[in-house]
């Protein structure tokens, strides 16, 4: 293989990470699809074909007279606009300095390791997002707390468990129906008033809005696969909420 090729090969590869790295966070197909093209572009390529949904990245770069592919797992996603807006001002930068290949990558890994949010202010904003919530909808003091305790649980539950399942189905689905039953423990100890309240505090840190949000944002940029893709897996999601919670409740009658 000589060194074009394997350049070119490194480039391919630096800018499906970015890419990858930009999807994960929360932004849009459509975006994505864009910086791709413009990246391989700045570099040379004489053709770019991208194909992009939530779930997969394929681009095919022509430069230098040879045809690279390379195909991308999107095994999940989130959102964290810092981190977004991060990635997307890096691809800005390089679309106009074009450094070496070689550093690429580096440029990216430093970002992303940059852009990470400090473990205990995510903590903080679990328990404080809850319990807001929860008073919010009617509840006390106390049920704000309690909500609070049962977004801790969440956090932990998201951020040490979340990788352990291959389905998302599952994982919401037993985080619902444990956080269900830890209100209706609360509940029980008398540490909270309305278990109600607290239940509806902790499902709003569950609750796919932004999920949904950008499904519709996909479905009006015309990209209709994935938006519907986002659609389904957000009413999914949802679903699986609400019958964690449902079991919880049964379950709690029968336990507690």
């Known amino acids: 293989m000589s060194?074009?090729?394997r350049e070119s090969k490194q480039l391919l590869s630096s800018a499906i990470d970015l890419a990858t790295q930009i999807l994960e966070c929360g932004g849009d197909v459509n975006h994505v699809e864009k910086i791709l093209l413009r990246l391989c572009t700045a570099?040379?390529?004489?053709?770019?074909d991208v194909f992009v949904i939530t779930s997969s990245i394929v681009v095919t770069m022509n430069r230098n007279d040879e045809a690279f592919t390379q195909t991308r797992r999107i095994n999940h996603y989130?959102?964290?606009?810092?981190k977004l807006d991060d990635l997307v001002e890096l691809a800005k930068r390089l679309y106009k300095t074009k450094p070496p290949i070689s550093v690429v990558e580096s440029e990216i890994r430093q970002v992303c390791e940059?852009?990470?949010?400090?473990?205990?202010?995510e903590f903080?904003?679990?328990?404080?997002?809850?319990?807001a919530s929860a008073i919010f909808f009617g509840g006390n003091l106390r049920d704000g707390i309690s909500a609070a305790l049962c977004g801790a649980f969440v956090c932990f539950f998201t951020k040490k468990l979340n990788r352990i399942w291959t389905s998302q189905l599952i994982f919401?689905?037993?985080c619902s129906l444990c956080t269900g039953l830890i209100a209706l423990l609360l509940a029980r100890l008398g540490i909270s008033s309305n278990v109600d309240k607290v239940m509806i505090g902790t499902i709003m840190l569950l609750t796919p809005g932004i999920a949904l949000t950008n499904a519709l944002r996909d479905l009006f940029a015309g990209d209709t696969i994935s938006g519907v893709l986002r659609l389904l897996e957000a009413l999914i999601q949802a679903g699986a909420i609400a019958c964690g919670f449902a079991m919880a409740v049964f379950l709690g009658g029968k336990i507690l």
């Not at 940059?114 to 202010?121: A, G, I, K, N, Q």
């Open 3 to 5: 060194d074009t090729d």
């Open 43 to 48: 570099y040379g390529a004489t053709r770019t």
């Open 78 to 82: 989130s959102t964290d606009f810092r």
């Open 114 to 121: 940059s852009s990470e949010s400090h473990p205990l202010l």
């Open 124 to 131: 903080f904003g679990y328990l404080l997002a809850a319990a």
């Open 172 to 174: 919401y689905l037993v």
